[in-house]
């Protein structure tokens, strides 16, 4: 179960560390997408910034746990909130863009160490 924890927190981290990346280059695909969806552009720092938080706190958590079950929560539910407003949107086809991260939050919740 260590090893499992470890690794699944691992890849959650790098890949919400990488989605905070792509809000954070604004790429004019990302705008665009952000803005079908009725996002304003400035929102992408703030919405960057918040992946980046709990990419870090995922890290963190390998050291004090409760700090990982916190970022592993609010990730999950974050992505939760993307795909609503993906649905909201009517944006169908852009749904396989955050269900990945949706399922490697909901992995990282599930593989969480007993407290």
């Given at each position: 179960?260590?090893?499992?924890?470890?690794?699944?927190t691992i890849i959650a981290a790098v890949a919400a560390g990488a989605a905070a990346l792509v809000d954070f280059v604004a790429a004019d695909w990302v705008r665009g997408n952000?803005?079908?969806?009725?996002?304003?552009?400035?929102a992408l720092i703030p919405l960057g910034v918040i992946k980046l938080a709990g990419a870090i706190g995922l890290l963190a958590g390998l050291v004090f746990p409760p700090i990982g079950v916190a970022a592993a929560i609010c990730l999950f539910l974050y992505f939760i909130g993307a795909v609503a407003t993906v649905l909201r949107a009517r944006c169908y086809a852009d749904l396989p863009y955050p269900m990945p991260f949706l399922a490697l939050a909901l992995a990282a919740v599930c593989v969480l160490p007993a407290a």
């Open positions: 179960m260590q090893t499992t924890y470890i690794t699944v952000m803005r079908n969806y009725g996002i304003p552009d400035w």
